[in-house]
């Protein structure tokens, strides 16, 4: 079953202290944290909102942004200012060691909270796969200004939209943004309303997760603070950031078997092979054996980080940094799965999906993505069209499958890699997402 025997070393292995994790857990419950990806079609404003909800949180200094304000000046564009600060922050941290790249974090007195993937990354779905499959809910960045919203339902924001909702994230804030170009006009927020709620729901969204918001991300109206625009006046619901904090994180998986995909791996003072990622199901402590996949090789738990301070366990739905021992680093990258070797996953060539298309579909070459990890696959077989309600068999072995239809499609990759049932994959062809959805 690819678990192969332990690689006989030296070193000691490293102890126990056998703790209850999941009791361990109950009692130390703190603050509620969530994370969320940011959607929406190009210019939307999205890293424009992030970069200023940052900005009123008091995460980033006045003083950084008035700097980037006075470079962009220099080459005639003042108002990118507030997007830079999200890609500073990501330039400064990857000269940094110990955290994950791709998570950017900020507290409220309520919660705490992770940015899935920061948009304006250039290849930016890869990192949404990996970011949506990860997320307890989704920010939708609609630009309200006139002309644009009707070229973004058509553009990204439909993809996106389908993407998420394949990836598993059921609860999504809508940001009509840049309302301050139409003059904070109630009837262009209503409007815009209307026909996103009825564009989700057909998307598979359920009208009770929704929320919208009206802002400027510009200015940061209704984002951390009221707008205090007159024109804005007509709006009494939430800001931004309270519809974030009320949104309920999804259940973790804690007593299942632990997974966590590997999202970097690097030599640290601890340890010469340390790695991160999101315990996506289970729980671990120092001491643990642990299995990589797919190169099926053990390793042991030396210590372990959250928010770099040493702790003594982690469990689901938390970003961990793991001080590993007693394996060689050849044996581990980026985009493998540490699992429990009591019940490992295994690694697989051929699989089945129920899977949402989002182009036409046949036997034809593609790239499967899940998380951080992707292959190359073809898919091979496609036994029927399903209904997209009750999954009844519409049609068996269709010659095609058109777009917004679901099938179940047989893939075939060129290696093995760690994948079981209840996962979601994505399959793109020429860096276009041509399907979506679960494992079988
Ligand atoms: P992204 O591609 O979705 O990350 O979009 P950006 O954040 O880069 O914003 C695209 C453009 O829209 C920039 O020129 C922003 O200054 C502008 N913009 C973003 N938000 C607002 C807003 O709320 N009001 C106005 N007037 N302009 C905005």
């Given amino acids: ?126 990192n949404m796969i990996a970011g949506a499959s990860q997320a307890d809910f989704a920010i939708l960045v609609i630009d309200a200004s006139t002309g644009s919203f009707e070229s973004g339902l058509k553009g ?64 940061g109206d209704n984002l951390v603070n009221k707008s205090t625009d007159p024109a804005a006046s007509w709006y009494t619901g939430e800001t931004m950031i309270k519809e974030l904090e009320n949104s309920e994180p999804m259940t973790r998986a ?21 790695i991160s990622g999101r315990i996506d199901a289970g729980s671990l402590q120092a001491g643990d054996a642990l299995l990589v996949q797919p190169s099926g090789e053990k390793a042991y738990v030396k210590s372990l980080e959250l928010d770099s301070e040493a702790v003594d366990w982690a469990v689901a739905g938390q970003n961990v940094v793991i001080h590993l021992s007693n394996i060689d680093p050849i044996h581990v990258r980026v985009g493998d799965i540490v699992c429990d070797p009591k019940a490992p996953v295994n690694c697989i060539d051929t699989f089945t999906i129920k899977a949402l298309a989002f182009d036409i579909l046949m036997p034809m070459q593609v790239d499967v993505h899940r998380g951080r990890m992707w292959a190359a696959g073809q898919i091979v077989q496609m036994p029927a069209t399903l209904d997209k309600v009750k999954g009844t068999i519409l049609k068996k072995n269709p010659k095609i499958v058109k777009p917004a239809s679901v099938a179940r499609v047989v893939v075939k990759m060129s290696s093995k890699v760690p994948l079981e049932a209840g996962q979601r994959v994505v399959l793109r062809s020429n860096g276009d997402t041509v399907a979506a959805g679960l494992l079988e």
Wanted: no cysteine; proline share 3%; net charge neutral.
């Fill in 254 to 274: 804690l007593d299942k078997p632990l997974r966590l995909t590997i999202s970097e791996v690097f030599r640290s003072a601890q340890s010469p092979l340390t």
């Fill in 1 to 126: 079953d690819g678990v192969k025997a332990l690689k006989v070393d030296d070193t000691p292995l490293p102890k126990s202290k056998n703790l209850d994790v999941l009791s361990e857990y109950e009692k130390s419950k703190g603050k509620k944290s969530a994370s969320f990806v940011v959607v929406g079609h190009v210019d939307a404003g999205k890293s424009t909102l992030m970069g200023r909800l940052l900005l009123d949180l008091n995460v980033v200094d006045q003083r950084t942004i008035e700097r980037y304000r006075k470079e962009a000046e220099q080459m005639g564009k003042s108002s990118f200012a507030l997007a830079w600060v999200l890609d500073q922050r990501t330039e400064e941290r990857s000269r940094g060691v110990t955290i994950d790249i791709a998570t950017n974090r900020f507290e409220t007195e309520s919660t705490s909270f992770t940015i899935l993937d920061a948009p304006g990354h250039r290849d930016f779905i890869p």
């Fill in 156 to 219: 990204q924001t439909r993809e996106h939209s389908l993407l998420i909702r394949s990836m598993g994230v059921s609860r999504v804030i809508v940001a009509v943004n840049k309302l301050d170009t139409v003059g904070w006009s109630q009837e262009r927020f209503d409007e815009i309303t209307h026909q996103v709620s009825g564009f989700l729901s057909a998307t598979g969204f359920q009208l009770k997760n929704i929320s919208f918001v009206p802002v400027s991300g510009l200015l």
